[in-house]
């Protein structure tokens, strides 16, 4: 079982930035794939970012790339979300999510196993 905590969302002006972090417990953090996700009120979850468990490899959204940075620290049991040049569309609860599976990185949110309780990022205009 693993446990995600996110943390670091918060109110920002449009262009600002801020950085999510997403603590895991348990001693298989490093081998999961972890996801960033995304649900704005009335409108479903979507896929933000992804990043291998070796770091190695990352995936994002149109709509968050060359914006956004996904990193992580395995020795430290954490994975990051850097977001620049926010946007009010931006707004969201971000929810961080692990995958367990040993294949390629996904975007879909079926293959995530654990998710986190989420946090809420505001993008003001």
């Known amino acids: 079982q693993v446990q995600l905590v996110e943390s670091g969302g918060g109110l920002v002006q449009a262009g600002g930035s801020l950085r999510l972090s997403c603590a895991a417990s348990g001693r298989t953090f490093s081998t999961y794939n972890m996801g960033w996700f995304r649900q704005a009120p009335g409108k479903e979850r979507e896929f933000v970012a992804v990043i291998r468990w070796s770091g190695a490899i990352t995936s994002y959204a149109d709509s968050v790339k060359g914006r956004f940075t996904i990193s992580r620290a395995n020795a430290e049991n954490t994975v990051y979300l850097q977001m620049n040049s926010l946007k009010p569309e931006d707004t969201a609860v971000y929810y961080c999510?692990?995958?367990?599976?040993?294949?390629?990185?996904?975007?879909?949110?079926?293959?995530?196993?654990?998710w986190g309780q989420g946090t809420q990022v505001t993008v003001s205009s």
């Open positions: 999510a692990a995958d367990r599976r040993t294949s390629g990185i996904s975007d879909y949110m079926g293959s995530y196993d654990y």
